[in-house]
Structures are given as structure tokens and as C-alpha cells.
């Protein structure tokens, strides 16, 4: 009989086990669906809720976009305004816009993170890869942060670090 039950049990661990995997990847192509969404009207979004215009993509995984930030992040580290490992965070970015400020036209960039619930590890994201990407730029860059949800205390960390949260439902 403990032969028995410790056969089941060790089923039921593989089958825990399995189950666990499936989950994982599930809430992977879950995140990367979602991704992908928030690109496809990125433009939009940035223009309704970042007060920005002219909006140009200059780097995501999901749409058409030049080598310039590559090309940026390369120069940057040749003449040693940031490191190598700065220019490769930077470079794994989910998208960085340019374009102008709606109220004085002024120029603007944006370092935005997709996340289908945004946490502390997101914000610190675009909080760093922010500064790295405002370096090369010269010039202030906003940090975003783009989901479906974020918790209250997310949320006040969030605006204590200037990060401007976006509320796009799933």
C-alpha cells in the first residue's frame, strides 16, 4: 500500500510540476499578446495620454522602426557617456518614442515598459532606462509604464519616481 501511495504522490508531483510549465508559458504568450496590442496604437496612446504629438517610434520589438537608437546607444558608449551594459539595457527597451510636447511643442522622447500587471520591477525599468536613453539624448526623458493593472502602492511608488502610468485593459 506505501508503494502505492508513493507512486501517486510522485504523480501528482510531475503532474504539479507540468502544470506549473504550462502555466508559465501561458502567462507568456498572455504578456507577449498583450505586448503586442499596446504597440499596435502605441502612437495613439502617446498621443491621448502622454500629451505628446508628432509621435515617431524609434524603437520596438512589434513595429517598423530605423537603427537609429542602436546607432545612438553605439556612439554613446564609443565616446563613453555610458557604459556597455547601460547601452545593452537600453537596447532591450519594449519601445522608445520621440516627438513633441502637445502644450509648447518642445521636443520629448519616452522610454516605455509593457507589463499586463505593472510591478516595482517595471518601474525601476523605466526609471533606469530612462536616465540612460536622457544621457544620450541630452535632454529629459519621461519613464512609462504601460498595463492593464497596477496595485495602489505600485501605483504611489510609480509617481514618487515620475513615471507616468498607462491604464491600457486587456
Known amino acids: 500500500m506505501e508503494g502505492?501511495?508513493?507512486?501517486?504522490?510522485?504523480g501528482q508531483a510531475r503532474l504539479e510540476a507540468g502544470l506549473s510549465r504550462v502555466e508559465?508559458?501561458?502567462g507568456n504568450l498572455r504578456g507577449?499578446?498583450?505586448?503586442?496590442?499596446?504597440?499596435?496604437f502605441i502612437t495613439n496612446t502617446a498621443n491621448h495620454k502622454l500629451d505628446m504629438r508628432d509621435v515617431r517610434v524609434m524603437w520596438s520589438e512589434y513595429t517598423p522602426h530605423s537603427d537609429?537608437?542602436?546607432l545612438r546607444i553605439l556612439d554613446a558608449e564609443d565616446r563613453g557617456i555610458i557604459t556597455v551594459e547601460q547601452g545593452?539595457?537600453?537596447?532591450?527597451?519594449?519601445?522608445?518614442?520621440?516627438?513633441?510636447?502637445?502644450?509648447?511643442?518642445?521636443?520629448?522622447?519616452?522610454?516605455?515598459?509593457?507589463?499586463?500587471?505593472?510591478d516595482q520591477s517595471d518601474i525601476n525599468r523605466a526609471v533606469d532606462r530612462a536616465r540612460t536613453f536622457a544621457l544620450i539624448m541630452q535632454q529629459p526623458v519621461t519613464p512609462v509604464v504601460i498595463g492593464d493593472s497596477i496595485t495602489a502602492r505600485t501605483g504611489q511608488h510609480a509617481e514618487e519616481a515620475g513615471?507616468?502610468?498607462?491604464?491600457?485593459?486587456?
Not at 4 to 10: C, D, M, S
Open 68 to 70: 537609429e537608437l542602436s
Open 32 to 40: 507577449g499578446t498583450y505586448q503586442h496590442r499596446v504597440t499596435r
Open 4 to 10: 502505492r501511495v508513493g507512486n501517486l504522490e510522485a
Open 163 to 170: 513615471v507616468a502610468v498607462v491604464i491600457v485593459k486587456e
Open 88 to 118: 545593452q539595457n537600453l537596447g532591450e527597451t519594449d519601445i522608445v518614442l520621440t516627438g513633441r510636447r502637445r502644450t509648447d511643442r518642445a521636443e520629448t522622447c519616452a522610454v516605455v515598459e509593457i507589463s499586463v500587471t505593472i
Open 24 to 26: 508559465g508559458r501561458v
